[in-house]
Nanobody, 117 residues
């Protein structure tokens, strides 16, 4: 059973930075795509950024130029570097992995990010 475990959430001031980590229990190349989603109170879960096995990235317009997804293949970990944070970035952030042959999504437990002065 593949597991994804997030870490790195917390409180940041507007304009500040945080880095989230998502550690997979196995190789991250198990997944066809990996990414980060977020869900704010009262809102639907939305894609923040995804990265394919080949390295193609797809960012939400709201985070382009501020957030960066990266991978450390040796550590089976995906990161989300979040800079220039805004209050509207406040949400629970979830790591996601998708395996196409089985059409199955895997989710982490979520980590809270709060941007407030």
């Amino acid at each position: 059973q593949v597991q994804l475990v997030e870490s790195g959430g917390g409180l940041a001031q507007p304009g500040g930075s945080l880095r989230l980590s998502c550690a997979a229990s196995g190789s991250i190349f198990t997944f066809n795509t990996m990414g980060w989603y977020r869900q704010a109170p009262g809102k639907q879960r939305e894609l923040v950024v995804g990265v394919t096995r080949g390295g193609s990235r797809n960012y939400a317009d709201s985070v382009k130029g501020r957030f960066t997804i990266s991978r450390d293949n040796a550590k089976n970990t995906v990161y989300l570097q979040m800079n220039s944070l805004k209050p509207e970035d406040t949400a629970v952030y979830y790591c996601n992995g998708y395996i196409e042959p089985t059409r199955r999504d895997y989710w982490g437990q979520g980590t809270q990010v709060t941007v407030s002065s």
